[in-house]
């Protein structure tokens, strides 16, 4: 049958199985909203009040859910604004596609109104990227995006699409989605069966789980590892939740922010196991000092990680999950650990503590937004001291729990991963802890909540300074700060309020659990709470920049 491009679009969405995109419209993509309109009963469209806020709410509905996201933006700007959240996706490993308006064919190349080549733009942090202009080509470009985005190691693809396109019409032939083509194995038995060998010889091994065993669904095979050799485990900031964060054998982050017990436990390590991760310049710090005593096994998807950034003496490349399994049934049963129990002593005698002064303390508001919520609660954050904090002092049991900007550090993601994850969740209770320069960004989007009654929680640890700039200014820059305070007129209860939101204003320790517990209860409505805390509250430990990871400065 013959449809116009639009209308394939519509149904090429339907055949992937989607049923929310977010973005915002314009004239490139005026043939396409018209055909949404019309398609509103199988596919709901999320206007946001910003194209960045479109592709965060896309990437949050992805992390929260496990599907793709799917955002929408016109040509020019529209496209452009959507750029942010694109590379966002891109260094966390989120399936996004992408849709965006295009300039006739006629008039690509000749600087038309609202022309930008979005495809050059966003090579560099796409998996691939399409520009569309025969409508006969549009259905199958739209399955490979999705395909492309799913597949492998996740990540965005970008379809830009001229204008004339999706007006044309071509022939639209319904297709059934092929399911993803399973990850090959990738490890030979012999490359396992020498692992099996190391992890059994190994008298101190640690484990780092990253966010690809999340993405890989293999946490439980984590634990029945970590368990069945008695091996302690760290996480990476993606990694939160891919392994209990109140389970005994849990150490806590590694690296800049790590734990003295996960970073003392790396120095003293014979046997560095890296599932999932690709260690991050905030995970090794000084690369020449990092894990210094142990051999480093590294079980990823993706080969270019390997002997990226550190030097690998096991790879075992491929599906992270049956390369696991297969291990699991090779190592041997330690009942007891030396090495284990030092580990537990060295959690009591070191644990994440703050200096308790009886004032208001980022650190109980996050303690008690878990224990209030009973651990089950969705959390995004900005980016910052707020983002370390909820990363300290909320004890993630369960992947896709956590859902923040790691490798891009996207200030401004929060509130729109807030709203994708709550759309995406909707029987879930969903927090975005921010602090007060990263609401800032895209506060804006709390009348996108607003407008769809969504009851998430905004917790905004304001200190009126861009928190960790000024942090490492105070203790890097001999105290010179530089335009990190923005101690500026104005509210953020009565900006909330002013959106139709509810807002609420904390200043004291007793303070903290009525606000938290009115939160909690909203079915329809979001709610923002302002909690002032000091500007001079840090992030500890931190590792300082050169310094090995086991150089840590603790409160």
């Not at 206007?47 to 929260?64: I, K, N, V």
């Not at 104005?490 to 139709?500: C, D, H, P, T």
């Amino acid at each position: 049958m013959k449809l116009t491009g639009a209308q394939i679009l519509v149904e090429c969405l339907k055949e992937q199985d989607v049923n929310t995109i977010f973005g915002y419209p314009g004239g490139a993509v005026l043939n396409i909203y018209d055909a949404l309109l019309k398609a509103k009963d199988d596919i709901r469209h999320i206007l946001t009040s910003h194209e960045q806020g479109a592709s965060h709410a896309a990437d949050g509905y992805a992390r929260a859910t496990g599907k793709v996201g799917v955002c929408i933006a016109t040509s020019g700007p529209g496209a452009t604004n959507l750029v942010t959240g694109i590379a966002t996706a891109y260094m966390d490993s989120v399936p996004l596609v992408a849709f965006t308006g295009q300039v006739p064919t006629s008039l690509l190349g000749k600087d038309s109104f609202q022309e930008v080549d979005i495809t050059g733009i966003t090579a560099p942090i796409t998996k691939h990227n399409y520009i569309v202009k025969d409508a006969s080509k549009l259905a199958d470009i739209i399955r490979k995006a999705f395909s492309i985005a799913r597949e492998g190691r996740p990540g965005p693809v970008l379809i830009d699409i001229c204008k004339d396109v999706t007006a044309a019409e071509a022939e639209y032939e319904p297709k059934s989605v092929k399911p993803p083509a399973e990850i090959p194995m990738g490890a030979t038995d012999s490359q396992i069966n020498e692992a099996a060998e190391i992890i059994n010889r190994a008298k101190k091994p640690v484990i780092l789980s990253g966010g690809g065993v999340s993405i890989s669904q293999a946490d439980t095979e984590v634990l029945n590892f970590a368990e069945k050799a008695m091996i302690p485990v760290s996480t990476t900031m993606m990694g939160l939740g891919s392994f209990p964060g109140n389970h005994k054998l849990f150490m806590g982050l590694v690296g800049m922010h790590g734990t003295r017990t996960s970073n003392h436990a790396v120095k003293e390590a014979d046997l560095f196991i890296a599932i999932g991760a690709r260690f991050s310049d905030r995970v090794i710090s000084n690369v020449k000092k990092f894990a210094p005593n142990a051999q480093v096994m590294h079980i990823d998807i993706d080969p270019a990680e390997i002997n990226k950034n550190v030097t690998v003496q096991y790879p075992l490349v491929g599906n992270i999950k049956k390369i696991l399994q297969k291990l699991n049934a090779k190592i041997e049963i330690v009942r007891e650990s030396k090495w284990a129990g030092q580990i537990i002593e060295w959690k009591k005698s070191y644990p994440l503590k703050y200096v308790q002064d009886g004032t208001l303390k980022p650190h109980h508001v996050v303690e008690r937004i878990y224990e209030l919520t009973g651990g089950d609660a969705l959390i995004t954050t900005e980016v910052g001291q707020n983002q370390l904090w909820a990363a300290q002092f909320y004890k993630y049991s369960a992947p896709r729990q956590f859902i923040s900007s790691g490798g891009l550090g996207t200030m401004g993601y929060g509130l729109g991963a807030c709203i994708g994850a709550q759309i995406g969740m909707p029987g879930k209770k969903v927090i975005n802890i921010a602090g007060d320069g990263s609401f800032r960004m895209n506060c804006n989007e709390i009348a996108t909540a607003v407008e769809y009654k969504l009851p998430i929680v905004i917790a905004i640890l304001n200190n009126h300074v861009l928190g960790m700039v000024r942090q490492w200014q105070d203790m890097f820059y001999d105290g010179r700060f530089s335009s990190t305070t923005i101690d500026r007129d104005g509210s953020f209860v009565k900006l909330a309020e002013a959106f139709g939101a509810i807002g609420i204003n904390v200043t004291k320790p007793e303070e903290v659990d009525g606000a938290l517990n009115r939160a909690l209860a909203s079915k329809d409505t979001p709610v923002l709470i302002n909690f002032e805390i000091d500007r001079d509250d840090k992030v500890f430990p931190i590792v300082p920049p050169g310094a090995a990871i086991d150089e840590l400065i603790e409160e």
